[in-house]
């Protein structure tokens, strides 16, 4: 059974006036969707968190302020970074016309100004978020499945506290170590098989590994799959509707290329599509 729509209904910046978002906020409720408010005067930053956190499809942006222009962008620039970009977001409030033509060439899927409804409001979201889900998962071909876990990422505080339990216990062989500076990290590959267990340990305390210890603790970050092609396994995963963080393949460890499928499209598993690259 597919799961209600879930809708993220919030008040960024300094707009202290919140009758309107609740009363949309309760309309879409009864309209069968999962809403979650996020309350008065939030950053842009604490909204595009908990909607990535609470898995939303839709955030729905409410502005009486008048700063729409700035932090409606902002917001879109914040998926964007966050590589939640494919969540639909709308707008209300006083809008001038010139103003939802601007924001809608931004990115903002449509704004909803004063005598809107919350029935259409509602038609819109299912519609977008139909279409956005894909009426027709694409299946994969048996033949062209991954053969291989190319490596499973391990996310750890301390790479030399970490070696002691793989390498040192259970005698696994380091083949490789590097640092990936985009990513804020230090990575050490070790020998298992066909396969590697790659620990993480983050080289900052801002990075995706520190943020992900921070959040869950130390443990299994990702499982990486070895594929012919990352960037047609990408294409199948958005014609699947799946979420994907990369819209194009990048450069990872050990000069392969790789892209991620975010884990609310994967069962709670950050999964990462792995390419050998023939030099």
Same mark, same amino acid.
């Given at each position: ?19 309107? %978002? ?7 409720? &009864?309209?069968?969707? @999962? ?38 962008? #902002?917001?879109?620039? @914040?998926?964007?970074?966050?590589? %939640? ?6 707008? !209300? ?10 924001l809608k060439a931004l990115g903002i899927a449509e704004i909803f100004t004063p005598g ?6 509602? &038609? ?9 889900? !894909? ?13 291989v876990i190319d490596h499973i990422g391990v996310a750890v505080v301390s790479l030399e ?32 098989? @066909? ?35 990352v960037s047609e396994w990408l294409e199948r995963a958005r014609s699947s509707g799946l979420?994907?963080?990369?819209? #194009?393949?990048?450069?990872? !460890? ?17 999964? @990462? ?7």
């Amino acid at each position: 059974m597919k799961r209600p729509i879930r809708v993220l209904v919030a008040k960024p910046g300094l707009d202290g006036h919140d009758r309107g %978002a609740l009363i949309v906020a309760q309309g879409l409720r &009864d309209a069968g969707m @999962e809403v979650i408010y996020t309350g008065l005067r939030q950053t842009v930053a604490q909204i595009v968190a908990a909607a990535v956190d609470e898995d939303v499809d839709c955030i729905g942006l409410s502005s009486l302020s008048g700063a729409h222009m700035s932090l409606f962008p #902002a917001l879109l620039d @914040e998926l964007q970074k966050e590589g %939640a970009n494919d969540i639909l977001v709308i707008g !209300g409030g006083v809008i001038p016309p010139t103003d939802v033509r601007a924001l809608k060439a931004l990115g903002i899927a449509e704004i909803f100004t004063p005598g809107s409804t919350v029935t259409e409001m509602a &038609d819109f979201i299912r519609s977008r978020v139909r279409k956005n889900r !894909g009426t027709e998962r694409a299946a994969a071909d048996p033949a062209s499945a991954p053969q291989v876990i190319d490596h499973i990422g391990v996310a750890v505080v301390s790479l030399e506290d970490a070696l002691r339990f793989y390498r040192d216990h259970l005698g696994l062989q380091v083949v490789h170590e590097e640092m990936i500076p985009d990513q804020h990290v230090r990575a050490a590959f070790l020998q298992l098989g @066909e396969t590697h267990i790659e620990l993480l340990e983050s080289t900052s305390e801002h990075g995706p590994i520190a943020r992900f210890i921070a959040k869950r603790g130390p443990g299994v970050h990702h499982v990486a799959y070895r594929v012919d092609s990352v960037s047609e396994w990408l294409e199948r995963a958005r014609s699947s509707g799946l979420r994907v963080i990369d819209d #194009a393949p990048r450069t990872g !460890g050990q000069h392969k290329l790789i892209a991620f499928v975010h884990p609310a499209s994967a069962h709670g598993v950050l999964t @990462e599509y792995c390419q050998i690259v023939q030099e």
